[in-house]
């Protein structure tokens, strides 16, 4: 099967270590030929992140490949397939926690963001995007940047009910692959549009620039290279600070 194709599109990805971290847990995933897109952010420790988000991109991956060839998806069976493979995933990773004895809710674990777009539905092309956890999806368009995905985080809770106590750390989340037996993700449609740009980011670069100083940057910079831009981002959240293991993926759709 060879789909017809709507939009030329681009896409490229970049990960870096940051200035404060020995390990890069990070793992990035890009395959244009199915479609799919993911950032994992893993955490746990020295090598646990590693292997929590290297497994999850590994998995995700495999099952999703099992339905590339199909001619028809529904929405509703788009939905079912992405939700299998993170129930099939998670239970991996969350079982190499428990034969260590490790409480649910802890031991190493990873945030996922991504989105699918199947060879059937690429000549929409529609988005079909997923996350656990603080790793971001965004939408750059016509000059404003816009958070399509939200944070599974104790502190995007906080804002939502009306800031009732004290404010909580931003890095505590309350969702992600591995601690926990059962995890539904979120997930959401988006449809493309001609020169829409798709930003998929680990926290080490949400940390690191406010959604204002990323919009400046992509503003500026609207007239490079996706490469060029990604490695912008990244210089950029290392200069203020690069706390953490900084991950992009961008798709630009033209």
């Given amino acids: 099967m060879t789909p017809t194709t709507a939009h030329q599109t681009q896409s490229i990805t970049i990960s870096d270590v940051g200035q404060k971290r020995k390990l890069n847990e990070d793992s990035v995933l890009i395959d244009k030929t199915l479609g799919f897109y993911i950032v994992a952010d893993g955490m746990g420790g020295h090598k646990a992140g590693e292997v929590a988000s290297k497994l999850a991109v590994r998995i995700m991956h495999q099952q999703i490949k099992k339905h590339q060839k199909f001619d028809t998806l529904s929405d509703k069976n788009i939905t079912k397939i992405l939700q299998d493979a993170i129930e099939a995933t998670n239970h991996q990773i969350n079982g190499l926690n428990l034969l260590q004895g490790i409480n649910e809710g802890q031991g190493m674990?990873?945030?996922?963001?991504?989105?699918?777009?199947?060879?059937?539905?690429?000549?929409?092309?529609?988005?079909?995007?997923?996350?656990?956890?603080?790793?971001?999806?965004?939408?750059?368009?016509?000059?404003?940047?816009?958070?399509?995905?939200?944070?599974?985080?104790?502190?995007?809770?906080?804002?939502?009910?009306?800031?009732?106590?004290?404010?909580?750390?931003?890095?505590?989340?309350?969702?992600?692959?591995?601690?926990?037996?059962?995890?539904?993700?979120?997930?959401?449609?988006?449809?493309?549009?001609?020169?829409?740009?798709?930003?998929?980011?680990?926290?080490?670069?949400?940390?690191?620039?406010?959604?204002?100083?990323?919009?400046?940057?992509?503003?500026?910079?609207?007239?490079?290279?996706?490469?060029?831009?990604?490695?912008?981002?990244?210089?950029?959240?290392?200069?203020?600070?690069?706390?953490?293991?900084?991950?992009?993926?961008?798709y630009k759709a033209s």
């Fill in 109 to 250: 674990g990873t945030t996922i963001t991504g989105f699918w777009i199947p060879p059937c539905k690429q000549n929409t092309p529609q988005v079909y995007g997923f996350n656990l956890g603080d790793s971001r999806c965004y939408s750059f368009y016509q000059g404003h940047l816009h958070q399509i995905s939200i944070d599974h985080s104790h502190y995007q809770l906080w804002l939502e009910t009306g800031k009732p106590d004290k404010e909580p750390k931003k890095n505590i989340i309350y969702k992600a692959m591995g601690p926990w037996k059962k995890v539904v993700a979120d997930q959401y449609t988006h449809k493309l549009r001609d020169n829409e740009l798709l930003l998929l980011c680990s926290d080490g670069l949400s940390d690191m620039l406010a959604d204002n100083e990323i919009c400046a940057i992509l503003n500026k910079n609207q007239n490079n290279s996706i490469k060029e831009i990604a490695q912008i981002l990244v210089a950029m959240a290392n200069r203020k600070g690069g706390k953490d293991n900084i991950s992009i993926i961008l």
